[in-house]
């Protein structure tokens, strides 16, 4: 069953997005060499402490902490710790979660440690964090879940090859519904895939987690002895982009958007709903 969210529903879905943004900030500026990512945490904690919310990572399935630290060839779930020491060079995804008055925001970053990456690097991270953008612009009344899919993949599969011969799109791990719960249905990938159908078809109240996941190699993973963190079974770095979205009447709403995704998507020819909390 996919949850239906009220305009005041979808409004305090904001409230706890604006936690996660609040989140992102503080600890994109922490990520520096030398930080651990328990560092991180630290910073994470506080931010959501001091907004009066709650973590929705800490204890979600036994996870040991507030954000996912996910360095390098770790795709997502990274477990925050002391003894990972940030350095230059390094490749960083967070992905962060805040609760607000029972209703769930979550989302997720790539961020370049100090200096000295190589340049496809960078253009791994533009890379995916545009598709996650052309998935946004494609939360659209009379859309299916499917619509969100190909214009994810089709964005990155029209993206000139890297170096090591090509983009993988993570299969294991996708998107997700999100409001009462962090993690609701329906489950969204990021490729089509046919045996999957359409999905249901997006209408106002409709609100999906969009984060494609995508490594310079192989699209096959593997989970660590700790049962969370997640890697690259070719050992090929990844990146990691997520942002909140609730459809309205008026139009997409990125709820984890400082500017609720209205410069970005102004580009790609699409007009946001108006902020509620504005």
């Excluded at 989140?23 to 990512?37: D, F, K, L, Q």
């Excluded at 090509?166 to 990938?189: C, N, W």
């Excluded at 989970?223 to 990844?238: C, F, H, M, Q, Y």
């Amino acid at each position: 069953m996919v949850e239906i969210k009220t305009a005041e529903q979808i409004a305090k879905m904001r409230e706890a997005g604006l936690v996660v943004a609040a989140i992102h900030e503080a600890t994109r500026a922490a990520a520096v060499p030398g930080a651990s990512t328990k560092d991180l945490d630290d910073v994470a904690r506080k931010v959501i402490a001091d907004h009066g919310a709650k973590s929705n990572f800490l204890g979600y399935g036994g996870f040991p902490a507030t954000i996912c630290t996910s360095v390098n060839d770790i795709v997502v779930h990274g477990i925050p710790d002391r003894e990972t020491v940030l350095k230059d060079g390094d490749l960083l995804s967070i992905d962060a979660g805040a609760i607000i008055d029972g209703w769930h925001g979550d989302a997720a970053f790539t961020v370049f440690v100090g200096e000295g990456h190589a340049p496809e690097l960078l253009e791994l991270s533009r890379v995916t964090e545009e598709s996650m953008w052309a998935g946004i612009a494609a939360v659209r009344k009379g859309n299916r879940l499917i619509d969100i899919s190909k214009a994810i993949e089709g964005y990155i599969r029209r993206q000139p090859r890297p170096a090591s011969g090509k983009y993988g799109i993570i299969e294991d791990y996708g998107g997700h519904g999100i409001g009462s719960q962090m993690h609701m249905d329906p489950h969204l990938l990021n490729y089509v895939s046919r045996k999957r159908g359409k999905g249901p078809k997006l209408v106002p109240g409709f609100c999906i987690a969009i984060e494609p996941m995508v490594s310079l190699g192989t699209a096959k993973t593997h989970v660590l002895a700790d049962d969370w963190t997640v890697k690259t079974d070719d050992g090929t770095w990844s990146s990691h982009w997520e942002h909140s979205v609730a459809l309205t009447e008026e139009g997409p709403l990125v709820l984890t958007a400082v500017d609720g995704g209205k410069a970005k998507l102004a580009e790609l020819g699409v007009e946001t709903a108006p902020d509620p909390l504005a």
